[in-house]
């Protein structure tokens, strides 16, 4: 059952935990009896749900139009994808992202009284990173008047810009709170966390990395440069990510116990392969681009060879095949590269999920760094740019290794000499040096998170044609259709708050920019 944003009920709080939360902890109380739920336990089950929400429909359609999947001519379907005709039927993230924003409203209506105070201003940064989701797929969505339950089942939609602005207030008013608590350290408390485990310094600098994430995706705006410093310059002293942000409940090979992402791109429990790893496919805009650049070492790393069930990387690049988005014929499911190692790999379902990594936190230090001449922890845009890449490559080299692994660094630097004169990977020799930021940053999120590779797409693409290497429309649009620049509101949320969704005209999606969408 689906929670309505105005409807947020204790028996619904049941359905979630009962799925999402208590099949990864080791409880006592009897499971067929249930009672008022924990905030801790609502908390470890929204974060567990958030990193399922993301890999979800919110990862795989926006990374399609980013220029990373595409789709087997083995089977049909995905046609609204390629041609750019959908409605409000299709593509629904609302209803669960407002979900996922309801479990975290539990934990900071009830933390206080359950004695898990301390969870509060996670719970608020989540909420922040989710309700700045919202606006990058919606524009104006319910905010402040949304989450009250019965108080307010039909709840006002606030302006984008505005939710925003709050946005960054909030998250200022959780780093503050934070500081001034003091945390518990024993398992039984920091077990409730799987992101950092109660480590305060952690949460702290996410919440940095989402407000940076909330200011540049305006850098292209104009008249912003002075709210977006001023901002700026209140984080860095705390700093943001230094490590990548790994999802950890402890899955299990077991049926509604894997790795989401693993289960809906890759294998099953008993290792049958899913139709999401063979109909997905990897693009030819993506693949071309690691080909051209000679990173064989990603490339391997990004996608497997073509094939059904491989499950060894190949010395014969001829072998990795992108298929062209909306192409007919030609591409076959054995003849496409499928979602390569980094995430997918046979009988690994268990691997900690990767929420948000060091590589992306770089690579927003980079651009304000280059915008605005500013210097982050005495590092330039420059260091902070190849800083970012050698990260990418240490996560690719080892998804789950140890802040500080030099893994992947031999490849790194093979990878920048071989590239010392080819714009977009060597620093002097891009001439468009925002341009290069934001095609190694795109090319980070391959596999990670599609629904912000789309956002930064559509904030720096356009006219410009900065944000990605090379054209991602699809073969199949008619040229009079332009690409999406958004999400249409949920079919069910007309019907149940018809009177505050804003009108939808013909095609909305197509035309109607999200406020940052200035090209």
């Known amino acids: 059952m689906k929670i309505n944003i105005g409807t947020f009920a204790v028996l619904s709080l049941l359905t979630i935990l009962s799925t999402g939360c ?34 979800g429909t919110s990862h795989i359609v926006p990374g399609t139009w980013s220029g990373f999947y595409a789709h087997s001519t083995s089977y049909t379907g995905g046609g609204n994808e390629k041609v750019y005709a959908f409605s409000n039927t299709d593509f629904d993230v609302f209803s669960g992202w407002y979900d996922n924003l309801g479990e975290y409203q539990y934990v900071l209506d009830n933390g206080d009284k359950d004695g898990y105070p301390f969870l509060k201003q996670p719970a608020e940064v989540m909420q922040c990173m989710i309700f700045q989701n919202l606006v990058d797929f ?32 909030r998250l200022d008013a959780a780093i503050t709170a934070m500081k001034d608590e003091i945390w518990p350290t024993a398992t039984e408390f920091t077990k409730q966390d799987i992101y950092f485990a109660l480590n305060k310094t952690s949460w702290i600098r996410l919440a940095n990395t989402i407000k940076l994430r909330i200011l540049m995706r305006q850098s ?32 299990q090979l ?35 681009w690691l080909k051209s650049t000679t990173d064989t070492f990603r490339l ?8 059904t069930t491989v499950t060894a990387p190949s010395d014969v ?11 007919s014929a030609g591409y076959s499911t ?70 500080g692994s030099t893994a992947g660094d031999a490849p790194y630097n093979l990878y920048m000499t071989l590239n010392a004169a080819t714009p977009n990977v060597s620093w002097d020799a891009s001439t468009d040096k925002i341009k290069a930021i934001l095609i190694q940053k795109w090319e980070s999120l391959c596999n990670i998170n599609g629904g912000e590779a789309w956002a930064e797409y559509r904030k720096s693409s356009g006219s410009l044609s900065v944000g990605v290497p090379a054209s991602v429309r699809s073969q199949t649009a008619p040229a009079s259709v332009p690409e999406p620049v958004r999400f249409y509101y949920p ?19 197509l035309n109607v920019r999200i406020f940052w969408d200035v090209n």
């Open 334 to 403: 054995a003849n496409a590269s499928a979602m390569g190692p980094i995430q997918i790999q046979r009988g690994e379902g268990t691997r900690p999920g990767i929420f948000m990594t060091q590589a992306e936190a770089l690579f927003l230090q980079a651009e304000a760094a280059q915008r605005y001449g500013l210097t982050f922890n005495g590092l330039d845009a420059k260091t902070l740019y190849q800083n970012g890449i050698q990260a990418h490559f240490r996560l690719c080299a080892g998804p789950t290794a140890a802040a």
């Open 22 to 55: 208590k099949k990864f902890i080791d409880v006592n109380d009897n499971p067929n009896s249930p009672t008022i739920p924990r905030s801790d336990w609502v908390f470890t089950g929204a974060q567990g749900n958030t990193y399922r929400y993301q890999v």
């Open 138 to 169: 919606y524009g104006d969505i319910p905010y402040k008047e949304a989450l009250q339950g019965v108080k307010d089942i039909t709840p006002a939609y606030a302006p984008q810009k505005d939710i925003y602005e709050d946005l960054v207030k």
């Open 300 to 307: 391997k790393k990004l996608a497997w060879p073509k094939g």
């Open 220 to 251: 292209f705006m104009t008249g912003r440069d002075s709210y977006i410093t001023t901002n700026i310059n209140t984080t860095i002293t705390d700093g943001y990510l230094t490590s990548n942000v790994l999802v950890q409940p402890g899955y």
């Open 254 to 288: 077991q049926s509604g116990k894997l790795n989401p992402y693993y289960l809906s791109y890759g294998f099953n429990e008993v290792n049958t392969i899913q139709t999401g790893h063979q109909y997905r496919k990897m693009n030819a805009v993506i693949i071309n």
């Open 317 to 327: 690049l001829t072998n990795y095949v992108g298929i062209p988005l909306g192409v």
């Open 491 to 509: 079919l069910k949320e007309s019907n149940t708050n018809g009177d505050n969704v804003p009108d939808m005209p013909a095609e909305y999606a």
